[in-house]
T-cell receptor, first 111, second 112 residues
Framework: DAKTTQPPSMDCAEGRAANLPCNHS???????VYWYRQIHSQGPQYIIH???NNETNEMASLIITEDRKSSTLILPHATLRDTAVYYC????????????FGQGTELSVKP | GAVVSQHPSRVICKSGTSVKIECRSL??????MFWYRQFPKQSLMLMAT?????????EQGVEKDKFLINHASLTLSTLTVTSAHPEDSSFYIC????????FGPGTRLTVT
């Protein structure tokens, strides 16, 4: 079973920041938080991952709470092309990369 | 990011026939590849872990004799759906593991 909980859907206005929450209260000390997204009828795309520190790359920022029981993915300036299903996954890093997908959050970016 | 390809992108086959789907890592070597299945409006379900040079590890409930996986090289894994039935119609996605996991574009299988 997936070890994360995400809202099923969210809306965001184009140009605004999209903040996608994820709860992972049973995460263990050496599990990482990964975020992927899937645009309709395509394979998932890697976005970002982190262990306990906040991370930022060219696509997004990942904020992990101090107790590591939840995190937020931030898309700073959402565009229509960011409309997708976003998956938050916890997994052991470098252990073959086995990923168990939950239901994800369907983000709709509206003009 | 790393690139993973799948072939074919779409396939239609008749009930009772077998179909092979190829997954290739184009610019990296993948000791481990994964196969997922996704039904409409549902999330990805991990089917099996494919390790180069050894037998695949199947998730609970996945029939290993029906879904044959071969990982003959560090850049190629194949999934063969044997004796396909309409209920096997689905979107099949593979991924290769380097530092992160990189996914192919998927193969849409329709069994008539």
């Amino acid at each position: 079973d997936a070890k994360t909980t995400q809202p099923p859907s969210m809306d965001c206005a184009e140009g605004r920041a999209a903040n996608l929450p994820c709860n992972h209260s049973t995460i263990s000390g050496n599990e990482y938080v990964y975020w992927y997204r899937q645009i309709h009828s395509q394979g998932p795309q890697y976005i970002i991952h982190g262990l306990k520190n906040n991370e930022t790359n060219e696509m997004a920022s990942l904020i992990i709470t101090e107790d590591r029981k939840s995190s937020t993915l931030i898309l700073p300036h959402a565009t229509l092309r960011d409309t997708a299903v976003y998956y938050c996954i916890v997994s052991f890093y470098n252990q073959g990369g086995k990923l168990i997908f939950g239901q994800g959050t369907e983000l709709s970016v509206k003009p | 990011g790393a690139v993973v390809s799948q072939h074919p992108s779409r396939v239609i086959c008749k009930s009772g026939t077998s179909v092979k789907i190829e997954c290739r890592s184009l610019d990296f070597q993948a000791t481990t590849m994964f196969w997922y299945r996704q039904f409409p409006k549902q999330s990805l379900m991990l089917m099996a872990t494919s390790n180069e040079g050894s037998k695949a590890t199947y998730e609970q409930g996945v029939e290993k004799d029906k879904f044959l996986i071969n990982h003959a090289s560090l850049t190629l894994s194949t999934l063969t759906v044997t004796s396909a039935h309409p209920e096997d119609s689905s979107f099949y996605i593979c991924s290769g593991s380097r530092d992160e996991q990189y996914f192919g574009p998927g193969t849409r299988l329709t069994v008539t």
